[in-house]
DNA sequence: TTGTACGCGTTATCAT
DNA sequence: ATGATAACGCGTACAA
């Protein structure tokens, strides 16, 4: 590997000179610059980037800690951060925690170690210990997902009380009168927590009958088991809320099972507004998210951090906001169905 | 920052101590070592990453160029690449190229001049200057997902070629007579080319009729529009392939509004085997690839390459497999109806 | 304008 | 078993 030096010997010159052109720093004559500039061209030299760290403390790069890359919301957020992070000249370090907190903990450290001058975490959960290491991290630290903001961390997340509450009262001024809810454990605060608590309270207001099946895990499956315990017992919603795209999914297929027809016997809402969203049959109506978007805020609200003061604990929360599809129908308002 | 002369100060050690004990390595007193280890706990204390990558020469890092995240192929191809990096004990740095070629290029020389230990390039597309680039490149290249040993760097990829003649051989086994092929341009190599290939060369051996539309983009809606095209002129086919599962749910789409269903009047096939295939109605039959898997593959061979000794332009393929669903079916036999 | 000399934090060599 | 010291490649005061 060349350095510094080696071209310094080539040219004549000292290496702080060619320091200088390599960095494009004044003071040098023109024609030794022009000199030394061919010689680093045709050689295909670049300078040692750990060595440069060293001296000037910090490495232009940010950290990532994703929990798993094969989700569309958290792909999408990683390519918001690496598309601002690029344009800031900047380098991403992507940590995979493989949804476990205790992971989440290690690579922060190895993240200071390494200096990088931010972190971007992306949250699933989080422990006491996460948040002392979050809190003792050198390198400024950004959370993504969930608000943390009560622990004095930046945070970023959506809205998803108000995703609930908003699915809630679409559903009761379409005229829905026995509603049925598909969720997660309230475990994960986001998604089974706060979406729960904003439909509950849209509903309560509405004073409006609700069945609550709160035990899916992610996959389209379980929204499907989910959704025919209810059935089975009979119970025959005509407005439906599932906390995730694919929840709803699965809840489709029970219900047609059961003869119930989405967008026509039952309202259908979901949350995410995934591409499936569209080729599902009727497409589904959902609270759409743009991870995207917020990926590239997030990243850009670090980055000034970094470089301006770095204040403490803020938060931005971003709203969700309805996406109006077939699914979200009634073929007979079902008060004035009575047979 | 911490650094080890500060813990070897508050030990009342020397330096060469401290980084005995930091490294596991022998000839350290127990109680010393014991005394050292207590201070580095306490203090949250590790080793600034720069320094030893200079002095090593190394920086235990992969690069990882992709063309963008937002594609479920990518993302799992990542998520591999990243499992493996970590279990190997090295970091991933990403960046993204934006489906840019030139953006390639310079991605390829940043990386170099960060000293990372090896490359792996997700290929959209190339060209000759990218070629040139990728075989001057200081640290090992690992090509995934086009095949480029012809040009002596080391790829794994599908076998595209394989994949169409799986798609043309089962339709024409199935007891289809006139067929609909649903592609992409042949610029893209591997899926608008091998596959077109594959799937010809089966029908050809079969000897029977075809429609070809290949100018879709990759959008659910390129492949309504396409396959409406053909639908348009009054042709009627049983059995189509389409070569990613998203445009085979576009000409499902295309075909109902024409009377026709999938895996009763007419099988579809598409390539992929995604998450979207199960929510179809029907659900999909396709070409099953595992990205994860190959993403794990692809990090290990590379990793072994930098550890024992390079060798140059392997070649890895990975083979597709056909998963049956419910869209691989016909009816009536088209040979028996004759009205 | 140019060069000299030192320090960044670590590891490795060589004494002790 | 432990410590002093040099070296990794770069940037930068400071001197010339």
């Given at each position: 590997?060349?350095?510094?030096?080696?071209?310094?010997?080539?040219?004549?010159?000292?290496?702080?000179?060619?320091?200088?052109?390599?960095?494009?720093?004044?003071?040098?004559?023109?024609?030794?610059?022009?000199?030394?500039?061919?010689?680093?061209?045709?050689?295909?030299?670049?300078?040692?980037?750990?060595?440069?760290?060293?001296?000037?403390?910090?490495?232009?790069?940010?950290?990532?800690?994703?929990?798993?890359?094969?989700?569309?919301?958290?792909?999408?957020?990683?390519?918001?951060?690496?598309?601002?992070?690029?344009?800031?000249?900047?380098?991403?370090?992507l940590m995979n925690a493989g949804m476990q907190v205790e992971k989440t903990s290690n690579h922060i450290k190895t993240l200071n170690s390494k200096g990088v001058d931010g972190i971007i975490?992306?949250?699933?959960?989080?422990?006491?210990?996460?948040?002392?290491?979050?809190?003792?991290?050198?390198?400024?630290?950004?959370?993504?997902?969930?608000?943390?903001?009560?622990?004095?961390?930046?945070?970023?997340?959506?809205?998803?009380?108000?995703?609930?509450?908003?699915?809630?009262?679409?559903?009761?001024?379409?005229?829905?009168?026995?509603?049925?809810?598909?969720?997660?454990?309230?475990?994960?605060?986001?998604?089974?927590?706060?979406?729960?608590?904003?439909?509950?309270?849209?509903?309560?207001?509405?004073?409006?009958?609700?069945?609550?099946?709160?035990?899916?895990?992610?996959?389209?499956?379980?929204?499907?088991?989910?959704?025919?315990?209810?059935?089975?017992?009979?119970?025959?919603?005509?407005?439906?809320?599932?906390?995730?795209?694919?929840?709803?999914?699965?809840?489709?297929?029970?219900?047609?099972?059961?003869?119930?027809?989405?967008?026509?016997?039952?309202?259908?809402?979901?949350?995410?507004?995934?591409?499936?969203?569209?080729?599902?049959?009727?497409?589904?109506?959902?609270?759409?998210?743009?991870?995207?978007?917020?990926?590239?805020?997030?990243?850009?609200?670090?980055?000034?951090?970094?470089?301006?003061?770095?204040?403490?604990?803020?938060?931005?929360?971003?709203?969700?906001?309805?996406?109006?599809?077939?699914?979200?129908?009634?073929?007979?308002?079902?008060?004035?169905?009575?047979?």
């Open positions: 590997m060349k350095t510094i030096a080696n071209i310094a010997e080539m040219a004549g010159v000292s290496k702080s000179t060619v320091s200088r052109v390599l960095n494009k720093r004044p003071g040098v004559n023109a024609t030794v610059r022009a000199k030394v500039q061919a010689l680093i061209d045709e050689s295909n030299f670049t300078a040692n980037i750990a060595a440069k760290n060293l001296k000037a403390r910090n490495s232009d790069t940010i950290g990532i800690i994703v929990p798993l890359l094969t989700s569309k919301s958290v792909a999408a957020m990683v390519q918001g951060f690496s598309e601002i992070i690029e344009t800031e000249n900047m380098q991403t370090l975490v992306l949250m699933a959960g989080y422990n006491q210990e996460l948040i002392e290491t979050l809190k003792q991290s050198a390198a400024p630290v950004m959370i993504v997902g969930q608000d943390l903001s009560l622990h004095g961390l930046t945070s970023v997340f959506f809205d998803d009380y108000r995703s609930g509450f908003l699915a809630g009262s679409n559903l009761t001024q379409l005229g829905c009168k026995k509603l049925m809810f598909i969720g997660v454990p309230q475990s994960d605060v986001a998604v089974g927590r706060q979406r729960l608590r904003g439909f509950v309270d849209a509903v309560d207001l509405a004073n409006i009958e609700c069945r609550y099946q709160t035990n899916c895990d992610f996959s389209l499956e379980s929204g499907y088991q989910q959704a025919k315990l209810a059935l089975n017992t009979g119970y025959r919603p005509d407005g439906v809320f599932a906390v995730t795209d694919r929840l709803a999914a699965g809840t489709i297929k029970a219900l047609r099972e059961c003869g119930l027809v989405a967008g026509k016997d039952v309202a259908v809402i979901g949350v995410g507004d995934d591409e499936l969203c569209t080729v599902l049959e009727p497409p589904l109506a959902s609270v759409h998210y743009d991870y995207l978007k917020m990926g590239k805020e997030a990243a850009s609200v670090l980055i000034k951090q970094l470089r301006d003061n770095p204040s403490e604990g803020l938060t931005f929360s971003y709203q969700g906001r309805f996406a109006q599809r077939e699914s979200y129908a009634l073929d007979v308002h079902p008060a004035e169905q009575q047979e």
